[in-house]
């Protein structure tokens, strides 16, 4: 598999990409993928270990070295179906992926990994483009309906799967446009909405029904959901933003993250938004060092920031990690996405302790330095450095910190599923089910924000769990 | 974590001959050090969890052993355990471990004869002449004999011949294993497996009972694995050898008159001359050391395992010093197998077992040497040509002219 000498032969390429000043002039995708030759380059690196950690690293357990050794040899057309065969969404993670199965790549244990999202993202679209990639619509319908509520990445993968099964799907979402945070939390700079319409096309024909502009349990109560359905899954996921109670929290020009981001993409679809929040000529503080803190930088900076400052409340991570002491885990290191290099301050260990303004809007910022420190009890706590305290010109906040949990939607009210201790709807990753007979759950909303490709496995499991429920046996792969 | 030892690619270079990726290794002693001390708290975590004090209490308790998670496996569905499991009841008084000595026979060794008889050869250096039966029961015959020369005398050993014995009858597994130089074992007869095992300078002869009506050449002689691991000295057997003739020899001569499969398997050094048909899979592995094959209706070729060596006819005398001239004047000179032409050392070897075993095959080849010479097959390993060039790189091509004549002489 691959070139057995590739590895030592061949360098990890990237995929090229627009230089800054370029791609700050628009909201386009601006990485583009590998040509022919690299991707088989880039193939042609995988060692065929013999024990592909890649795969066990990858939540929906891709089945990498079979299609790296396929790009190699330049049978695309086969790699897409192999790529199919675990993922509904490659062309999807193959941009926004943060790729786990690279950091537990066997290569990188000594060396740079291989480049397995270029590849992913090479083998998608060049499926795509050639026209590989076709409705599989199923040969028998089974007369069993199914309601998905939530038509991000783990209810697509869910419906995707459940309409191949042979099951009426309809996926509702309480947006204008479906996708959920495909469409709505991922910048169109990273991936442009055009996929998710390929997409919704696709599972259109293989018998998925989509209802945008539809909030269950409001529009469409939960008993009345419940008796035209036979089965229903939740996978609205985990939308309550975490807030940050300080004084000046109410001032205008402070905002979560998720009110900001949509608007961009919104315009960017041709909607005319009222009032929308903008970071053009403003000096702009994100609160948060995740990823959705980093595509508020993105965006901050096409808009024309005058100034992006990022916080972390969190020290700054090793530039590179321990790799005998991590691999082939996710390790914890200083990660600098394209939008910092897009232009940014970061600054590490910054807790903000009040906003200031005048005529009830933000004009500055009042944080402080902390200190990590073991406490008694072993838990890592955090404490002010005195004398540390400084101010920051703000005109727009963004908070960027995080997700706690399901937003508090009357749906969730009228069900009452069973929670866990972080909010999150109760069920097990063996049945997918909640407390609510015939009720399911997938995705963020039963495990919490975290990754697309998790969402997609989510989806992809509970579906199995759906059919088996309903057909008493599931043909769909787990 | 790499799954391909047999590809010469290990990442982390460990398993590899490859010079840059032998860089990348970056284990040391005391990280082994390290793992066995891990081992030993976490058993000792384990033993005392279970209320066990010593390792021996654990043996044989196999009603400790939690295979649930085993069981469960969906590869194990069907499979039932109880009888590997299976705790017979026993009373206290029965050890559950090892507990008493075993009596492995050794003061009833045919050596405890063969050392008290070879006294003057190992006290004053005087070559003695003895003879014994065999049978199957006698096993590793002359490894201890050896050891008490080595002892004495080192690896040098004594003398060529002077412990001589001529044994007959059917040796029993690994007949002069480890045999030293100065001992030579003559067989009439035929042995087991693991002739010459570590063969470390002595000589071994065997051929077949002379009143025997079976034609040597086409019926085995000695068994499977003979020379396994033979550093040095030399081997005659009048007659066919079974799977995996001189399997990882580093330096000893063999001339056998046919092999079963694998021979020559893992050979890094010596010479094996086979007078007969092989069987398959001939020099699978094999990195360094030379085979001639006697293959006069040429079909050797299919049953030799070439990934790791070439095949060539073996050039008379003249040719071969013709040869090397144009290879050295080309800047591609290298050393000579031995120290010798290919024709000198083949002839000499096959003189040997004519006059060692009486083999009438040796004999026919001999008389008909001219014609026989083209019919051999020199089996040569890539990776031994490459150390025979570069060391006469080393070792020949920076001293001058004069010195280069003194090594051909």
Redesign the interface.
């Given at each position: 598999m691959g070139k057995?000498?590739g590895?030592?032969e061949l360098e990890r390429v990237h995929e090229p990409a627009q230089p800054v000043p370029e791609r700050v002039r628009h909201y386009r995708e601006f990485i583009l993928r590998l040509a022919d030759a690299d991707a088989s380059k880039q193939g042609a690196r995988c060692?065929?270990?013999?024990?592909p950690?890649c795969q066990s690293g990858c939540p929906v357990n891709n089945i990498i070295p079979d299609w790296n050794d396929l790009v190699y040899r330049g049978a695309v057309r086969t790699a897409i179906d192999v790529l199919h065969s675990t993922n509904n969404f490659p062309e999807v993670t193959g941009r926004v992926c943060p790729a786990p199965c690279e950091a537990a790549c066997?290569?990188n244990?000594?060396?740079d990994p291989v480049g397995i999202k270029s590849i992913e993202h090479y083998i998608a679209d060049k499926a795509w483009e050639e026209g590989w990639v076709a409705p599989q619509t199923p040969e028998e319908k089974t007369g069993k309906r199914v309601a998905v509520v939530g038509s991000g990445p783990a209810g697509l993968a869910c419906a995707q799967q459940l309409a191949r099964a042979g099951h009426d799907v309809v996926v509702f979402e309480k947006s204008d446009r479906i996708g959920g945070l495909l469409r709505y939390g991922i910048p169109d700079f990273k991936m442009e909405k055009h996929l998710i319409d390929r997409r919704m096309a696709q599972m259109s024909i293989e018998g998925v029904e989509f209802r945008p502009n539809v909030e269950v349990g409001r529009d469409y109560p939960a008993p009345q959901l419940l008796a035209e359905f036979d089965a229903v899954v939740l996978a609205g996921g985990a939308e309550a933003p975490r807030d940050l109670p300080v004084p000046g929290r109410d001032l205008g020009g402070v905002h979560f993250a998720m009110d900001f981001l949509p608007q961009q993409n919104k315009v960017n679809a041709g909607d005319r938004v009222a009032d929308q929040i903008t970071a053009t000529g403003k000096h702009v503080i994100v609160i948060g060092g995740g990823d959705t803190g980093s595509d508020c930088v993105g965006t901050s900076n096409r808009q024309g920031a005058a100034s992006i400052t990022q916080f972390e409340l969190l020290p700054q991570p090793p530039e590179q990690e321990n790799k005998p002491l991590v691999w082939p885990y996710w390790p914890i290191k200083l990660r600098t996405s394209s939008s910092h290099e897009e232009g940014c301050e970061r600054d590490w260990a910054v807790a903000t302790k009040r906003f200031e303004g005048a005529d009830g809007r933000v004009t500055k910022l009042v944080a402080a330095r902390v200190e990590w420190k073991k406490a008694g009890d072993g838990q890592m706590r955090m404490q002010e450095i005195e004398g540390s305290e400084f101010e920051l010109k703000a005109d727009l906040v963004l908070l960027a910190m995080g997700f706690t949990g399901p937003a508090p939607v009357s749906l969730l009210e009228q069900l009452a599923p069973e929670r866990d201790g972080r909010s999150n709807v109760k069920a097990s990753t063996v049945d997918y089910a909640t407390s609510v007979p015939r009720v399911f759950a997938a995705g963020d909303i039963r495990r919490g924000q975290s990754l697309v490709v998790w969402a997609i496995r989510e989806g992809r499991q509970c579906a199995r769990a759906v059919d088996e429920f309903l057909m008493g046996k599931s043909d769909l792969p787990r | 974590m790499m799954r391909k030892c047999h590809l010469n690619t290990c990442p982390v270079g460990i398993a590899t001959q490859d010079p840059e990726l032998r860089k990348k290794f970056t284990g040391q002693p005391e990280h082994v050090v390290n793992y066995f001390f891990f081992v030993a708290e976490e058993v000792r975590e384990l033993m005392a969890r279970m209320g066990i004090r010593k390792f021996d209490d654990m043996i044989g308790r196999s009603d400790l052993l939690d295979m649930r998670r085993g069981i469960a496996h969906w590869k194990a569905r069907g499979l039932d355990f109880s009888r590997i499991f299976y705790q017979p009841s026993m009373p206290p008084e029965v050890a559950r471990y090892h507990s008493e000595e075993q009596d492995h026979g050794l003061e009833r060794a045919l050596d405890h004869q063969l050392i008290a008889a070879a006294q003057p050869a190992i006290e004053h250096k005087q070559p003695v002449r003895l003879s014994y039966k065999i049978r199957n029961a006698n096993r590793t015959v002359g490894a201890m004999l050896s050891g008490t020369v080595a002892r004495r005398y080192g690896h040098a050993g004594l003398p060529e011949d002077t412990i001589h014995v001529a044994f007959k009858g059917t040796a029993g597994q690994s007949f002069g294993a480890f045999l030293a130089h100065g001992i030579t074992f003559e067989l009439e007869g035929a042995t087991n497996d693991y002739v010459g095992k570590g063969l470390s300078g002595g000589r071994i002869v065997v051929y077949p009972d002379p009143t025997c009506p079976a034609r040597p050449e086409e019926n085995i002689v000695v068994g499977n694995t003979v020379m396994y691991g033979a550093i040095a000295g030399e081997a005659y057997f009048r007659g066919v050898a079974g799977e995996r003739f001189c399997v990882r020899n580093s330096g000893a001569s063999a001339v056998v008159e046919g092999t079963g499969d694998h021979g020559c398997e893992y050979m890094t050094g010596g010479t094996v001359v086979v007078l007969g048909r092989t069987g398959r899979n001939f020099a699978a592995g094999m990195s360094g050391g030379v085979a001639f094959v006697y293959d006069p209706d040429d079909e050797f070729r299919n049953r030799c395992n070439v990934t790791m060596v070439g095949l060539e006819r073996v050039a008379n005398e003249m040719d071969q010093a013709k040869m090397e001239q144009e290879l050295e004047i080309a800047g591609k000179g290298r050393l000579r197998h031995a120290g010798r032409t290919d024709e000198a050392l083949l002839r000499e070897l096959i003189e040997r077992h004519l006059r060692f075993t009486g083999s009438t095959l040796a004999l026919a080849i001999l008389d008909d040497w001219e014609a026989a010479l083209p019919k051999f097959v020199k089996v040569l390993p890539h990776e031994y040509t490459r150390a025979l060039t570069e060391m006469y790189e080393e070792h020949v091509v920076p001293v001058s002219k004069p010195a280069k004549q003194k090594q051909a002489a």
């Open positions: 057995i000498t590895f030592m060692m065929d270990c013999g024990i950690f066997t290569l244990i000594n060396n | -």
